[in-house]
């Protein structure tokens, strides 16, 4: 009997309209530099590289030591020391921890490590783009872009706050080029903000220019409309709040915060899609939003759902907080398992409906286009003859060629969902859930792992092997969220400025912004006791001590009023609107 009697059309499960990500493993730096390639080429793929560094018959091509050699030979690069062999070592180990992004060639190759591009540190990173390395983004990137692309304040102004931050020190030449701006860079020296970092990058990518992109329509990002549109308000918003910091965080650091903010709200938004779709099949139409966007400082949300991710903030060293924790990500994880079969019925809904929609129709995207299959074609008198055929396929397919025999398996999920009453969709995407729940069920870990940055500082998960996953807050995820729970707009200039909160306003600013649970459960956990009531004041507890460790708070007296967060960085009248 065939061991999978599913074809590759029939196992698709990817949907864009739903969510525009592969599950698999991600990397997040990646996606950001694709992020900025994309933002420089107005969406449009690079293919194909001709620079000698990036080339297979220069010697190490494809190497940090390549790309040294390749200035050294070009002989005009201001970089003192290069032409010293002992100092030409420092620069290339320097470049390969600090800037590049190394990926690990197939086994066919040597499996030996090559240069993929650099870290997303400044538009300048599109020069030396190795488009020759298989991505790993999972399409991050390209979501990113729709994010980012048409919000006036983040890019599409000519002065909007991307296009001022990482185009720092260059002029904007042609379609996708930069040229350095000796004078920008000499009034950042003057006034002492130009790092080294930024400084050696404009230096190291100066002399490469920038591979042409490609014009077909498939080398184009696919303009995407957002399932959860509450959730990507919230992310343009909270991103603008923490461009307020570009002249109080160091450079490096402001992109490590730029870049776990942007990868928490498509965990976030990943959870919500997930509710929105199993809503959507179950109840036959989309949720409504509640409300407007939030702004600074204000504890809620308005997205479809309310998420209730209660976090460990005691490192596992608490049993029961330990296993509440576990016991959230598990009864959110069920939820996505029932995601596999809200995202199948939608694809094979979609697959239905292509011959019926028309050339506008297709075009669109999100929840215009997901309400459309659902009141159009969930009913359909053709719907039952359409995935019977299907239903026989698989039948034929799986059949034992010596034997003549179908499979028990299917025929037993036949039976069932007959005697459930079930249409000819709904057995089929049962069909199709025996045969790949295992697949999607990996695929989704790790995509979830990726997106919640698990065992990282700026991650919201912990638990990696057969370890359990349970939800936290790294130190860096922490820091970030604390430097926006303490912004607040005056009313006089309508400026923002940082202000010391109450712990006890944090927290509450986290479970109604984020959905973050620190002394509470979610109204779906069970009936609570008094050692689970103990076990929440210990995780307020224990925050308190992550915040005293990392220098945010201390204990001034008892009084609640008295337990404030100091920022780290404060601003005073900075101006959230691009010039």
């Known amino acids: 009997m065939p061991v999978a009697p599913l074809s590759r059309q029939q196992k698709l499960f990817k949907m864009d309209a739903l969510l525009p990500l592969d599950a698999n493993n991600l990397d997040v730096d990646e996606a950001v530099t694709r992020l900025l390639v994309y933002l420089r080429t107005n969406g449009r793929q690079i293919r194909n590289t001709f620079k000698p560094p990036l080339m297979d018959e220069t010697p190490d091509a494809e190497t940090p030591k390549a790309v040294v050699a390749a200035l050294v030979e070009d002989g005009s690069v201001q970089i003192q020391g290069i032409d010293d062999p002992a100092r030409r070592e420092l620069i290339t180990n320097w470049l390969e921890s600090h800037f590049a992004l190394m990926s690990r060639r197939g086994k066919s190759a040597g499996g030996d490590y090559r240069m993929g591009g650099l870290r997303p540190l400044h538009f300048n990173v599109i020069k030396l783009f190795n488009p020759k390395v298989k991505r790993q983004d999972r399409y991050l990137s390209d979501w990113l872009f729709n994010v980012i692309h048409q919000d006036n ?26 040229r350095t701006d000796e004078a920008a860079l000499k009034t950042l020296a003057a006034a002492d903000r130009l790092d080294i970092e930024l400084l ?17 329509a498939q080398d184009q990002v696919i303009a995407h409309s957002f399932l ?40 976030l938004y990943f959870f919500q899609v997930v509710r929105i779709a199993n809503h959507a099949v179950a109840e036959g139409e989309l949720p409504p939003a509640r409300g407007e966007c939030p702004k600074a400082g204000e504890a809620r949300h308005h997205a479809p759902f309310e998420l209730t991710l209660f976090c460990d903030l005691a490192n596992g060293h608490d049993p029961t907080v330990k296993e509440l924790s576990e016991t959230c990500y598990q009864d959110l994880f069920k939820e996505v398992e029932r995601y596999f079969r809200s995202g199948y019925t939608l694809k094979k809904l979609e697959e239905f409906a292509a011959s019926y929609l028309s050339p506008a129709q297709k075009k669109q995207t999100g929840k215009d286009y997901v309400g459309l299959l659902l009141e159009a074609f969930r009913n359909h008198g053709d719907l039952n003859g359409y995935f019977n055929r299907d239903i026989n396929d698989v039948i034929q397919a799986a059949r034992d ?30 069909i199709l859930l025996h045969f790949q729940y295992g697949t999607l069920r990996e695929q989704h870990r790790k995509l979830i792992a990726g997106l919640c940055g698990i065992d990282q500082e700026r991650g919201l998960l912990a638990g990696k092997g057969r370890v359990k996953r349970r939800f936290v807050l790294g130190n860096e995820l922490l820091e970030v969220l604390i430097q926006l729970a303490v912004l607040r707009e005056r009313q006089s200039d309508n400026r923002f400025e940082t202000h010391p909160i109450q712990i006890r306003d944090f927290v509450d600013w986290l479970a109604g912004r984020y959905g973050l649970l620190v002394d509470r459960l979610g109204p779906a956990a069970a009936t609570e006791s008094e050692q689970v009531n103990r ?11 992550r915040l005293r460790q990392l220098g945010f708070f201390v204990d001034l007296a008892d009084a609640s009023n008295s337990q404030v967060i100091e920022p780290r960085f404060t601003i005073a009248g900075a101006e959230l609107e691009a010039a």
């Open 401 to 430: 060629p010596d034997t003549e025999q179908d499979d028990p398996d299917i025929a037993r999920i036949i039976e069932v969902c007959n005697q459930r009453k079930l249409d000819k969709l709904d057995t089929f995407v049962e």
């Open 200 to 216: 050696f990058l404009l230096r190291l990518t100066e002399r490469f220019e920038v591979d042409k992109f490609g014009t077909r």
């Open 228 to 267: 959860c549109p509450e959730q990507v308000e919230l992310m343009r918003e909270d991103l603008g709040l923490l461009f307020l910091y570009k002249d109080s965080i160091p450079r490096r650091e402001l992109i490590n915060y730029m870049t776990t903010l942007m990868v928490f709200h498509a965990a």
């Open 153 to 178: 304040l983040l890019y599409a102004n000519p002065d909007s706050l991307f296009k001022r931050f990482f185009g720092e020190g260059v002029k904007f030449f042609g379609e996708s080029d930069l």
């Open 535 to 545: 076990a929440l004041a210990r995780n307020h507890d224990a925050l308190k001590t």
